[in-house]
C-alpha cells in the first residue's frame, strides 16, 4: 500500500480487529523491522495525510500523549516541520516515563527544531489540530489535562487529524469512555482497522476514516478478525439478469405478518419492501379484521387475512412477521416459528418472544432443523430485551458481542440494526454493515429493512448454490443503508421518510 486510502464506502471487505488483536499485528510487525521504524513510517504517513486534508495549513497543533501514539506524534511533527509549516506540540504526561521509540520520536523532533511544551499552551492558533493522545493506550475515561486538551481540540474550527483512534473512544465497541472524546474530522487507522471505528458513536466521532498498512502489505489479513466490515461484494451475485423462461413462481412468495389495529402502515411497507426486493408474490395477512384489503399505491400486493393459520402456505414461503404486530402476536408465533422454511423476525415479534420462555424454546428447536433457518432484526432496545439488560445502551455499549450472543442463544442469524449495523451468526466471524446514515431514524424503515430482506430472501432461492440466510442479512443491510445514502444525495435537506426510502430501493440498479 502506497500511503492512506479513504476507507468508505469499501470497495472489498475489510478484516476489523480488536485491540489485542491490533496490538499483536504491532508487535508482530516491529519484531520483523529495524529498530524505530515502524513509528518513524506512522509519523511520515500522518504527515502525508495532514498536508492532504489541510494543504493550506500553515501552522498545526500536536497533542501528543504519554505513549507511542505521542511518539507517532512527534514523528509527525519532524516531517510537517521540514515541509514548512510551524508545528507546535503539547506533551501531556511526564516525558522521563515514555517508551523507548517516544522518547526517541521526541529528541528528533526538538532536534529539527518543533517547539514543544508540556500542558496545555496559554495560547494557541492553528489551522490543524492532531490527536496523539491515546489511541490503543486508552485504559479509562480521559481526565485531567488528558481531557482539557480533548475539549480544547473539539472547541476548534479547524481540521482534526486523529492517529489510529480518536482519544476517548474505545476501538473494541465505539463507545466513548466518559465525557471527553475527539470529535475528528479525519482519522488515520494504522495498520489495522478497529471495529470501534464503524459501529456505535464510532462514525460520528472518526469522521472520514483512512488506513495505512505501513509498508507491511497483508500483514493484518493474515490474522484473525474480530469481525468484517461489510461491502458491495456480497451483493453482486443477487444482481445476476433474470432468464427469460423464468416466472413469478421462481422468485418465492413472501408472507408479512402484522398490521394490528391502527398499524396497518407497518406491513404495508414491509409487503411493498418485499416486491421491491423481487419476489415473485406478497401477500400481507393482516393482524386487523378491519385492514384494507388493497393497496392503492402498490396494488400488486395481495391481502389474506390468516394466512398465518395455513400450513401448506408457511411451508412454501418465505415469512416476515411483526411489523406493527401489535400484543397479539404471541398468538400468531407458534406456527409461523413450527412451519416457516425462512422466517424474519422484527419489531413486536421480537418483543413477545423477548417476554414468553415457550416462543424462546421454539425459536431454538428451529436451529436444530436443516431446513429451518431465522434472521432476527432487532433495534437495540428490543435485542436489550431479548437479552435480559436493563436498556438499550447496555447493547450500544458491547453491539458486536450482544448480536453475537443472541444469535449463539436462538440459534439464528441476528441483523442489530443502528449505526454499523451487526450482522451475527453461530459459527461465523460477524460483519459490521458500513452503509447508510443518520436520516434512517425515522418511523418505518427500519419496517422496509425486514421486507426487503424477506424479498431478497425468496428471490434468491433461485441461486445456485442458495445463499445462507447470513449473506442474505449482509446484503439486505448494505443495499438499504445504500438506498439511504443515495436519498440523501438526491434530496440533501429533506427529511427521509420510509415511503421515500423504498421509493429508492426501488429504483432500478
Excluded at 94 to 107: E, G, I, K, M, T
Excluded at 274 to 281: N, S
Excluded at 418 to 441: C, D, E, H, K, W
Excluded at 451 to 479: D, E, K, M, N, R
Amino acid at each position: 500500500m502506497n500511503g492512506p486510502i479513504s476507507i468508505l464506502p469499501p470497495d472489498i471487505p475489510w478484516p476489523l480487529h480488536d485491540l489485542a488483536g491490533s496490538r499483536q499485528i504491532e508487535a508482530i510487525t516491529a519484531a520483523q523491522l529495524p529498530p524505530h521504524t515502524l513509528m518513524q513510517r506512522a509519523g511520515l504517513a500522518t504527515a502525508k495525510l495532514a498536508l492532504a486534508v489541510a494543504p493550506n495549513a500553515t501552522t498545526v497543533w500536536i497533542a501528543a500523549g504519554p505513549g507511542n501514539n505521542g511518539g507517532d506524534g512527534f514523528e509527525a511533527a519532524l516531517h510537517l516541520q521540514h515541509a514548512g509549516k510551524r508545528v507546535q506540540v503539547s506533551l501531556f504526561g511526564n516525558p522521563a516515563l515514555q517508551p523507548v521509540d517516544a522518547a526517541l520520536a521526541r529528541s528528533r523532533a526538538q532536534q529539527a527544531g518543533v517547539a514543544i511544551s508540556s500542558g496545555l499552551p496559554s495560547e494557541l492558533h492553528a489551522d490543524l489540530s492532531v490527536d496523539a493522545l491515546l489511541a490503543l493506550g486508552l485504559k479509562r475515561a480521559p481526565e485531567g489535562e488528558l481531557a482539557a486538551a480533548i475539549h480544547q481540540m473539539n472547541a476548534m474550527a479547524w481540521p482534526r487529524l486523529a492517529i489510529d483512534l480518536p482519544s476517548g473512544l474505545d476501538g473494541d465497541t465505539g463507545q466513548s469512555h466518559g465525557h471527553a472524546v475527539v470529535r475528528a474530522t479525519h482519522t488515520l487507522a494504522l495498520l489495522s482497522l478497529k471495529p470501534g471505528l464503524f459501529t456505535a458513536q464510532g462514525r460520528d466521532h472518526a469522521g472520514v476514516i483512512w488506513f495505512d498498512d505501513l509498508g507491511t502489505t497483508t500483514l493484518s489479513a493474515s490474522q484473525a478478525p474480530r469481525a468484517w466490515l461489510g461491502s458491495a461484494v456480497a451483493a453482486l451475485p443477487f444482481w445476476q439478469p433474470r432468464r427469460h423462461a423464468q416466472h413469478k413462481g421462481s422468485f418465492g412468495d413472501v408472507i408479512v405478518v402484522g398490521g394490528a389495529a391502527n398499524m396497518a402502515g407497518a406491513a404495508l411497507l414491509a409487503g411493498r419492501a418485499a416486491l421491491a426486493a423481487g419476489a415473485g408474490r406478497v401477500y400481507v395477512s393482516a393482524l386487523d379484521s378491519n385492514a384494507p384489503t388493497v393497496d392503492a399505491g402498490w396494488p400488486e400486493l395481495m391481502f389474506k387475512p390468516g394466512l398465518w393459520q395455513d400450513r401448506s402456505a408457511l411451508m412454501a414461503s418465505t415469512v416476515v412477521c411483526g411489523c406493527g404486530a401489535g400484543e397479539s402476536v404471541g398468538d400468531v408465533l407458534p406456527p409461523l416459528l413450527a412451519h416457516a422454511p425462512r422466517l424474519v423476525l422484527d419489531a413486536d415479534a421480537l418483543n413477545a418472544i423477548a417476554k414468553d420462555t415457550g416462543l424462546q424454546r421454539q425459536l431454538l428447536a428451529r436451529a436444530g432443523r436443516a431446513d429451518h433457518a431465522t434472521v432476527l432484526t432487532p433495534h437495540p432496545l428490543e435485542a436489550a430485551r431479548l437479552a435480559g439488560l436493563h436498556d438499550a445502551a447496555a447493547v450500544q455499549g458491547a453491539r458486536l458481542s450482544v448480536a453475537e450472543q443472541l444469535a449463539a442463544r436462538f440459534g439464528c442469524t441476528v441483523l442489530l440494526k443502528g449505526s454499523g449495523s451487526v450482522i451475527a451468526t453461530p459459527g461465523q466471524v460477524s460483519v459490521i454493515n458500513p452503509s447508510g446514515n443518520a436520516r434512517l431514524a425515522s418511523a418505518g424503515t427500519g419496517d422496509v429493512l425486514a421486507g426487503w430482506l424477506g424479498g431478497l430472501w425468496a428471490a434468491s432461492q433461485t441461486h445456485s448454490p442458495q445463499p445462507p440466510c447470513s449473506l442474505v442479512a449482509q446484503v439486505a443491510a448494505w443495499t438499504h443503508g445504500r438506498g439511504a445514502e443515495a436519498e440523501d444525495a438526491l434530496h440533501p435537506h429533506l427529511a427521509l421518510t420510509a415511503s421515500a426510502l423504498l421509493a429508492q430501493l426501488a429504483r432500478p440498479a
